[in-house]
Nanobody
């Protein structure tokens, strides 16, 4: 239906930056929202940043001022620019996309997850 391909994860020192990318492809009639979620070991998955089709954004309090979510509508791609990274940002980051397909109906798709590790 709708597939997500992520890139940009890796290992970075505290204070550094990473840029995550997630490209959606497949049967997309309309995209309602795309976002990034993360799950650290022993913790619940949390929403990091979400951007709607209208451009509205929501950020977790822990990343406000440091992370920026953006999109390229022509490419159905969402980005997460992560600056001033902290060790507590270490987690598996998942891309999510929600919308309507042309043939089947609504979709709620997830990427495979990409590891972000921030060393002190």
């Amino acid at each position: 239906q709708v597939q997500l391909v992520e890139s940009g994860g890796g290992l970075v020192q505290a204070g550094g930056s990473l840029r995550l990318s997630c490209a959606a492809s497949g049967d997309i009639f309309s995209m309602n929202a795309m976002g990034w979620y993360r799950q650290a070991p022993g913790k619940q998955r949390e929403s990091v940043a979400v951007i709607t089709s209208g451009g509205s954004t929501n950020y977790a309090d822990s990343v406000k001022g440091r992370f920026t979510i953006s999109r390229d509508n022509a490419k159905n791609t969402v980005y997460l620019q992560m600056n001033s990274l902290k060790p507590e940002d270490t987690a598996v980051y998942y891309c999510n996309a929600r919308g309507r397909s042309r043939l089947v109906g609504g979709f709620d798709s997830w990427g495979q997850g990409t590891q972000v590790t921030v060393s002190s």
